[in-house]
């Protein structure tokens, strides 16, 4: 919370820079390229439910009463909220009449320290064939932390349940940090195994998830995807790509389209923001080295706050409060972190 006031202090002025392009182009030359129009306004509601899905409050959530309930995402109606306590993890699923959606949102990591939880990724091994796509691998606590827990039943259920009575809506998926390697699994299964369409995904501060192999597969099943990063944040660099270790046959990690990368620039006391938006090509394609490779990645600061949001668990929460529903919060989170196998994901 300190570090929101400190954001909106030194944010001097705000200038954009958008590109608007198609969502996969080629050119005459055989070289493929990705890029998926930026949408800054979506992106600006989509990390309100970001953030607020790492409220502890469930029954704050149900009502959406809850502190980061209000702004863009006022009027949401929440269909499912699933709240995984043996894998910590939560998520949930609901209706955004204003976007015409369902909105579907995972919370990222809840380890007290985010220092350690990225330091340990750092050595995230690419450890699982992803079923059914040739050469794709990827790392499996993510995967696991979609595909084999309670969530991917009823994120899919509450899903096809809402679109029975309202087939007009869309589907937006959206998460922070590993709440955005699993929004990533969760919409290449609605579009690929689902056969969902047009499902849209924006993610803030994701993690690499998989392989180029990986990504290839997922750019043409997903191609509405924005892929968001933030000056410093050290997230985006972790696992670690290695530009030329294909070459060699190593496996590497290697994220996919499409990164908007938000970075600033000091003219003198004045902080100014821009956004670019890249697409990379050829074996580069999510991996364009003029967007966040572009700086070392070394902040958790410019990791927990994407457009002057905060995406965190409420500091306040994670000591004394007791929640409405009479839970103890700390205890919840005291659970959270012994039972789980947290460094699994
Ligand atoms: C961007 O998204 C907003 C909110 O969904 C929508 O109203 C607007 O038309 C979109 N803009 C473009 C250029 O597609
Ligand atoms: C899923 O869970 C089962 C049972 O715990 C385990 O045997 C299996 O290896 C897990 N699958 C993945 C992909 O982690
Ligand atoms: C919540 O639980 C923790 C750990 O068991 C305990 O230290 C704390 O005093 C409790 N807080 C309240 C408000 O009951």
């Known amino acids: 919370m300190e570090y929101n006031r400190e954001w909106q202090v030194k944010l001097g002025a705000i200038v954009l820079f958008l590109s608007f392009l198609a969502c996969a182009a080629s050119d005459g030359l055989g070289q493929k390229t990705v890029a998926c129009e930026y949408n800054r306004t979506r992106a600006l509601v989509l990390v309100e439910y970001a953030s607020a899905v790492y409220i502890i409050d469930d029954a704050s959530l149900l ?60 050595f995230r091994e690419l450890d699982l064939d992803y079923p059914g796509v040739i050469d794709a691998m990827v790392h499996r606590g993510f995967y696991a932390a979609y595909h084999n827990t309670t969530l991917r039943e009823r994120v899919v259920g509450a899903v096809q349940d809402i ?13 922070h940090s590993m709440g955005g390697a699993m929004a990533t699994f969760c919409a290449l299964d609605l579009s690929a195994n689902y056969g969902f369409k047009n499902v849209e995904v924006i993610t803030f501060g994701q993690p690499r998830v998989g392989n180029q192999a990986f990504s290839v597969y997922y ?4 191609p509405l995807t924005i892929r968001v990063t933030h000056a410093h944040d050290v997230v985006p660099h972790l696992p670690p790509y290695y530009p030329f270790s294909q070459l060699v046959g190593e496996k590497t990690y290697h994220h996919f389209a499409t990164e908007v990368w938000i970075f600033r620039v000091s003219i003198g006391r004045l902080q100014l923001e821009f956004e670019r938006v890249c697409d990379g090509s050829g074996d580069d394609i999510g991996e364009d080295p003029s967007c966040s490779r572009s700086v070392a990645g070394n902040s958790i600061a410019d990791h927990l706050n994407y457009y002057g949001v905060f995406l965190s668990t409420e500091d306040d929460v994670l000591g004394l409060q007791k929640s409405s529903t009479g839970t103890n919060t700390s205890q919840m989170l005291g659970f959270c972190k012994t039972s789980v196998p947290l460094q699994r994901f």
């Open 63 to 122: 009502s959406w009463t809850c502190s980061r309930c209000k702004g863009l995402t006022k009027g949401f109606k929440i269909h499912t909220l699933i709240v995984d306590v043996q894998h910590c993890l939560q998520a949930f699923v609901g209706v955004a009449e204003n976007m015409k959606a369902i909105i579907i949102a995972f919370r990222g990591t809840q380890d007290t320290s985010m220092q350690n939880w990225a330091e340990d990724l750092y």
């Open 219 to 222: 750019n043409e099943h997903v």
């Open 163 to 175: 679109l029975q009575a309202r087939s007009d809506l869309g589907v937006m998926i959206t998460g």
